[in-house]
């Protein structure tokens, strides 16, 4: 225990009064993702009867609100427990990037669906409460007097007071989002206007609506995670985030994020480059080579910045088995690239040559996987936390243990770790 769960990340309690070791309370929790309980009351109980919690926290039981206090001060820390558990798998020979895969998948947030409230009903709820709240004290000073406080409020007043500030929450979220696709929208009108004025020629296509900075009256947010979002799936919508990971051969996680777009679009660049950032960490002399990924990430902006310096990327132009279908169907090009030939269709015949086919055919055995591991697996479908930062610790964490599964089962770094 010493050996491997002593780790060079800062974990610590604000306060000074507590018993709990920090280091045995790191050990609990990822030895409890890993098997995929997380729930801090189940974690509680198993600490009293189960015997491998019984050894981890030497026969101490720390109660559900410390375990739960505990993982939520030191949030911040899991990004380099993450990086940390990552140079132990490296120093086992477990990671060899050469050729990574990059998805995305929608995990629930801890908010249900039936939460979300029309931007409408939101402001006239806030509205309410504030009239409530200023008759209350207007009431109040008549009663007791200005200077005077009175009695404590009730209980239902107080979580009425909480309920304002989600709302609030919500209302100031669905303002920006509206202000946000204003600013766009208004972009693209400067860009056509630009366009006509240097050619003397309308730009194809249909015209942009004028921007309106105001939320519409239909704008919906959840009032229990303001952050998080609808977003679709295979088997329907779920209030969630999307969360990514850029996974190794070998289905070593090396770079996690979580987002609120439903969308993977903007996600590409953004992990690509924290993998390399945490590939020169843990290892300098392991630089990835090529990048896979499915036609979630495609775009011909995205096309565009690829860093001719950086790693091949491979992104498939249609859903996957359209892919597959045009792989096999199509035959390999010949002869030399057309010149006028766009991003796109360049990524297309890249993707039917001989070398791109037996490459992409990597992408699916590579990342999909993981989250089968994780959410068939493990059970891990929704987010304890709420709200972006607290589910990006989470999700932090979540990899973390998938990488130390891994590397117990490869029977190459922990035992031997533990045994020096």
């Known amino acids: 225990q010493d050996s491997f769960f002593r780790l060079t990340v800062p974990f610590k309690w604000v306060t000074p009064i507590d018993l709990f070791e920090p280091s045995m309370m790191v050990a609990l929790l990822l030895y409890a993702y890993s ?30 609100t410390t375990l739960c206090r505990f993982r939520k001060e030191n949030g911040k820390s899991m990004e380099g427990l993450f ?34 409230r029309t931007y409408e009903h939101i402001e006239n709820e806030v509205k309410k409460m504030l009239v409530e709240a200023e008759s209350k004290d207007t009431e109040e000073d008549r009663l007791y007097g200005a200077d005077n406080r009175g009695d404590e409020l009730p209980i239902d007043l ?33 860009k056509r206007r630009a366009h006509r004025a240097e050619t003397g020629t309308k730009k194809r296509g249909r015209k942009p609506q004028e921007p309106d900075p105001e939320p519409e009256a239909s704008a919906k947010a959840n009032v229990t995670d303001p952050e ?32 609120d777009q439903e969308n993977d679009i903007n996600q590409l660049h953004p992990m690509v480059k924290k993998a ?32 001719p310096d950086g790693p091949e990327h491979l992104i498939a132009t249609q859903k996957d088995w359209k892919q597959r279908q045009a792989l096999s169907d199509a035959p390999p090009p010949r002869g030399r690239i057309p010149k006028d030939m766009t991003l796109r269709q360049r990524m297309e ?27 068939d697996c493990r059970g891990i479908r929704k987010f304890m936390r709420r709200g972006l930062e607290a589910c990006a610790q989470e999700w932090k964490l979540i990899c973390a243990t998938h990488n130390i599964l891994k590397l117990w089962r490869s029977g190459k770094g922990i035992a031997a770790q533990m045994a020096t």
């Open 158 to 190: 107080q979580d009425r007071t909480s309920r304002k500030a989600r709302l609030a929450a919500c209302k100031k979220r669905l303002e920006e989002k509206a202000a946000d696709e204003a600013a766009k929208l208004q972009a693209k009108i400067e």
């Open 228 to 259: 998080s979002r609808i977003m679709k799936t295979r088997s329907g919508y779920v209030q969630g985030y999307n969360s990514q990971a850029v996974v190794t051969e070998d289905q070593i996680i090396i770079a996690s994020e979580v987002t």
């Open 83 to 116: 990086i940390d558990v990552l140079k132990r798998s490296s120093e086992a020979g477990l990671i060899k990037v050469g050729v990574v895969a990059l998805d995305g998948s929608k995990i629930k947030a801890n908010a249900s669906l039936e939460a979300n």
């Open 349 to 375: 015949r890249k993707l039917r040559t001989k070398r791109g086919r037996e490459l992409y055919k990597k992408r699916g055995q590579t990342v999909e996987p993981v989250f089968g591991q994780i959410k």
């Open 276 to 307: 390399q950032e945490n590939m020169t960490e843990i290892d300098k002399e392991q630089k990835i080579s090529t990048v896979l990924l499915d036609a979630g990430y495609v775009s011909e902006d995205n096309l565009a910045h690829i860093d």
């Open 35 to 64: 098997l995929g309980i997380r729930s801090s009351r189940e974690i509680e109980q198993l600490c009293e009867r189960d015997i491998g919690f019984k050894v981890i926290a030497a026969n101490q039981v720390p109660d559900h």
